[in-house]
């Protein structure tokens, strides 16, 4: 049904053949061609918890052809669809991993408002099928590193946040963007109940700083592994920033707010002294309570669970984003 996806060939794009083991790849294609189908897509649809467990509907994007010359340079796999979508941290549906994905699942995305304001010429509402129909999807395999050491490599589907702010037409006082998650207690059981929803005050708010905001790396995602997001991820649009740790990454926004000063963020009000405003990824500032310089890379489950490896310096997106925080102490703004 959304047929405007797009692959780009960015140095930063980590394409599906380099995530995904040799065999597994070319087997893949494989079984498409035989199976007649133009799209990877296809194939990552077919297994999916998602259909029978969720009354969420999650519907499939269409996909262009893959180009057959991709080079494999990278061991790293995605992460399977099926932990994507099971494990996840979205306190407003309870604390526990398996929480989001049992209690969210009646959450409704359709009809839905998200309100670009503040400091722009031009103040937007986008609804449910703008969130679609509005800007050039591209898929995007980033990787997702959590503050609490855990990361998994995922295929998201979305267009640059920059691609949005740019319509708004931020004025000269813009400085920072700030963003707020749906405030809606009865479909939230964690804002409703401060032990359900781990003591924070709702709704969740987060914020990036104007040209941080405008790096092409940083991504609105409106879908993973070829369709739109399960309410667990953060239906129907949440924010991706891959080089920072995951609790920046916004779900289910409904505000985005060019703003002056600095905006509050929710962990960093619940726990000052251990998470900041910026949040880059960083090997070598550890969390006050543990270290920071390897993760758990989340894989099958299988024979390559619970991988440990090193953690890279803006979690390997150093290249791309690293001249933003040129002249700062990296240990101060953490
Ligand atoms: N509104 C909201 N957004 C949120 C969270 C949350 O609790 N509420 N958790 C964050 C954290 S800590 C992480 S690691 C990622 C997890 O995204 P995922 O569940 O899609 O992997 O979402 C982030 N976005
Ligand atoms: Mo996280």
Excluded at 148 to 161: K, N, R, Y
Aim: hydrophobic share 35%; charged share 20%.
């Amino acid at each position: 049904m959304f047929n405007n996806i797009t692959r780009k060939s960015s140095p930063w794009q980590l394409s599906e053949s380099q995530v995904t083991d040799e065999a597994f790849y070319v087997n893949r294609r494989q079984a498409l061609k035989k199976m007649g189908f133009v799209g990877a897509a296809a194939l990552l649809s077919t297994n999916s918890q998602a259909d029978w467990f969720s009354k969420t509907p999650i519907k499939p994007f269409a996909r262009q052809v893959l180009s057959a010359q991709q080079t494999i340079v990278t061991d790293e796999m995605l992460t399977p669809e099926a932990k994507v979508i099971s494990h996840n941290n979205f306190y407003e549906f309870g604390t526990a991993k398996n929480d989001p994905v049992e209690n969210a699942q009646q959450f409704k995305v359709n009809p839905w408002q998200l309100r670009v304001s503040g400091e722009v010429d031009n103040a937007i509402t986008l609804d449910y099928d703008d969130l679609f129909k509005s800007f050039t999807l591209e898929e995007r395999i980033y990787r997702l590193r959590c503050v609490e050491a855990w990361s998994m490599v995922i295929p998201w589907i979305g267009f640059p946040l920059a691609d949005l702010i740019k319509k708004a037409k931020p004025n000269s006082k813009a400085k920072y963007v700030a963003f707020e998650t749906l405030y809606d207690p009865k479909q939230m059981p964690g804002q409703s109940s401060r032990r359900i929803g781990g003591g924070i005050d709702y709704p969740y708010v987060e914020g990036l700083r104007l040209d941080e905001a405008m790096n092409p790396l940083t991504l609105l995602s409106v879908g993973l592994y070829g369709k739109t997001l399960p309410a667990q991820n953060g239906a129907p649009v949440r924010l991706v920033v891959p080089w920072k740790y995951g609790f920046k990454s916004i779900k289910s926004i409904v505000s985005i707010k060019l703003v002056e000063k600095m905006p509050p963020t929710t962990w960093n009000i619940l726990a000052p002294r251990e998470y900041g405003f910026y949040a880059n990824v960083n090997p070598k500032v550890d969390h006050p309570r543990w270290s920071q310089a390897s993760e758990r890379r989340l894989t099958s489950g299988g024979l390559f669970a619970r991988n440990r490896i090193d953690t890279l310096p803006f979690n390997g997106y150093g290249e791309q984003v690293a001249h933003l925080y040129k002249n700062m102490d990296l240990r101060k703004y953490y």
